[in-house]
């Protein structure tokens, strides 16, 4: 009677012959952990100098208008009071934007550097994971022929 294969071991054998490294996979997870984390970083010290300068913006704001509101009598004192207003408002609406601009070209600065060496980073992993695959690969050929010929006595 003819027997049936076993393909539960054969598929076994397969699996384990084939050698997986999870390493570089771990790696791979650590490093865009990493990454995460230091863009992150970067994200919320520019929301925190956002956040204090809108603040502080606001504060100074608030304080002009109080001085601007203050009753006065004489069109002439009202007209220089609202004149102030704009004027120091303008003032510090530019520099208010501007000090914003100087943030988001700090964030673009920082984000860009730590992309580019992410990107060296990567390419060096990769140069490094296909010359291990390539050695390997050589070593298992050179197993085979080696195996090969002990098998052929010698003949190729």
Do not use: H, Y
């Amino acid at each position: 009677m003819a027997k049936t294969p076993d393909f539960a071991k054969t598929f076994q054998d397969a699996l384990a012959s084939m050698n997986v490294d999870t390493k570089a996979f771990e790696e791979a997870v650590k490093s865009s952990a990493e990454l995460g984390e230091k863009m992150s970083r970067i994200t919320l010290s520019a929301a925190e100098e956002s956040a204090d300068l809108s603040a502080k913006w606001t504060k100074d704001t608030l304080a002009k208008i109080g001085a601007a509101s203050s009753v006065k009598t004489d069109p002439a004192e009202i007209s220089k009071a609202m004149t102030d207003f704009a004027s120091s408002s303008a003032e510090k609406t530019a520099e208010s934007m501007a000090a914003f601009a100087e943030i988001v070209k700090k964030v673009q600065l920082e984000t860009v550097e730590l992309l580019v060496n992410a990107g060296k980073e990567f390419n060096e992993d990769a140069q490094a994971a296909m010359k291990k695959a390539a050695d390997d690969a050589q070593a298992a050929v050179k197993k085979a022929t080696d195996e090969l010929t002990k098998a052929t006595g010698g003949k190729k």
